[in-house]
């Protein structure tokens, strides 16, 4: 129950800030967005650090699995589908990025002890699939193969997370605050180098709503978001973990229900009811 806790947790922020990212990047580029949420959590972090009298690994080798994380983990895909949202739906842009729990489950088959795949998980992870494609609306697939190299960017930011979680599970240990923040120095210095170069921020004038959003990211989906995550990865595994991607359709959803007035149909339903199937087939032990 506590690792299901711990993954309605990550839905409920991680689902969530897809709108929050709408709001920032109406006057905020998408480097500038993604370099911004990521420091502003390195600073939260480091200071509860170091409130709790902890301090970050000494120089050595310990940091080379810690900067393979905020790379992978952050950085790259943060801009990667960014970048690709510019030029694609983000209907399809949730089809492709729920591609991950598939790649997750196949790179832990070979890398991960205990993450083999089975007939139940490789068929519930099959029919979540089709649960979001169903939920996003089949007529966002007309649009695979157009623009191809967006499409690319947002699989490649989907990859980075799978290769991410089954990295985390082999390599995090001791104090999860300490690897957060870790992971999180390590990311600013990968994606505040390509904001300052790509998109001149001192250009931009955010609006109120676009701060708000940033700061909210920053703190949750970022910040709190990477303890929980890595706390999730040690605990149930990458694959348990890579289920988020298909729940959190089910809060941007929700979201748009209760925030926005928005009615879903038939097709949303049978989508959400084919997403908890997968799910509950994919966690079946055998007799």
Same mark, same amino acid.
């Given at each position: 129950?506590r690792n299901w806790?711990l993954?309605?947790?990550? &839905? =409920?922020?991680w689902?969530?800030?897809f +709108?929050?990212?709408k ?5 905020v ?9 990521i420091?502003?959590?390195?600073a939260?972090? *480091?200071?509860l650090?170091?409130?709790r009298?902890?301090a ?8 080379l699995p810690?900067i ?5 983990g ?7 589908? !960014?970048?690709?949202?510019?030029f694609?739906d983000?209907a ?7 591609? +991950?729990?598939? !790649?997750t489950?196949?790179l832990?088959?070979?890398l &991960?002890a205990g993450?083999r795949i ?5 068929l519930?992870?099959? %029919?979540?699939? =089709?649960g979001?494609?169903?939920? +996003?609306?089949?007529a966002a697939?007309?649009?695979?193969g157009?623009?191809?190299? !967006?499409q690319?960017? &947002?699989l490649?930011?989907?990859l ?6 089954v ?6 240990a001791?104090d ?9 120095i390590?990311a600013?210095?990968? %994606?505040?180098?390509?904001a300052?170069?790509?998109? *001149?921020?001192?250009?931009? =004038? ?5 701060i708000a959003? %940033?700061?909210?990211l920053g703190i949750?989906?970022t910040? #709190? ?8 990865i040690a =605990?149930?595994?990458?694959?348990f +973990?890579?289920? &988020?991607? *298909?729940?959190?359709?089910i809060?941007?959803?929700? !979201?748009g229900?209760? #925030? ?11 989508g959400?009811?084919l997403i #908890?199937c997968g ?6 032990t055998p007799a």
């Amino acid at each position: 129950m506590r690792n299901w806790a711990l993954l309605a947790a990550l &839905v =409920a922020m991680w689902g969530s800030a897809f +709108m929050f990212m709408k709001i920032g990047v109406a006057t905020v580029a998408p480097a500038t967005l993604a370099a911004a949420r990521i420091l502003l959590a390195a600073a939260v972090l *480091y200071w509860l650090m170091r409130a709790r009298g902890l301090a970050l690994p000494p120089p050595g080798r310990r940091w080379l699995p810690l900067i393979a994380l905020g790379i992978l983990g952050n950085g790259l895909p943060f801009f990667l589908i !960014a970048w690709g949202q510019q030029f694609i739906d983000s209907a399809l842009a949730g089809i492709l990025i729920s591609a +991950m729990p598939l !790649a997750t489950m196949l790179l832990a088959h070979f890398l &991960v002890a205990g993450e083999r795949i089975t007939h139940h998980r490789a068929l519930g992870f099959a %029919i979540g699939f =089709a649960g979001v494609i169903v939920l +996003m609306g089949p007529a966002a697939l007309t649009g695979l193969g157009d623009q191809a190299l !967006a499409q690319a960017a &947002v699989l490649g930011g989907a990859l980075c997370y799978a290769c991410n979680s089954v990295l985390a599970r082999r390599t995090i240990a001791g104090d999860f605050l300490v690897s957060s923040t870790a992971v999180l120095i390590t990311a600013s210095i990968t %994606i505040v180098p390509v904001a300052l170069l790509v998109d *001149y921020p001192w250009r931009d =004038a955010p609006s109120a709503g676009s701060i708000a959003a %940033i700061v909210w990211l920053g703190i949750g989906p970022t910040a #709190l978001a990477t303890i929980l995550y890595f706390r999730l990865i040690a =605990a149930a595994g990458p694959t348990f +973990m890579s289920n &988020v991607n *298909y729940l959190s359709p089910i809060v941007a959803l929700a !979201a748009g229900m209760l #925030l926005m007035g928005e009615r879903p149909g038939p097709t949303a339903v049978s989508g959400l009811l084919l997403i #908890l199937c997968g799910i509950a087939l994919s966690r079946r032990t055998p007799a």
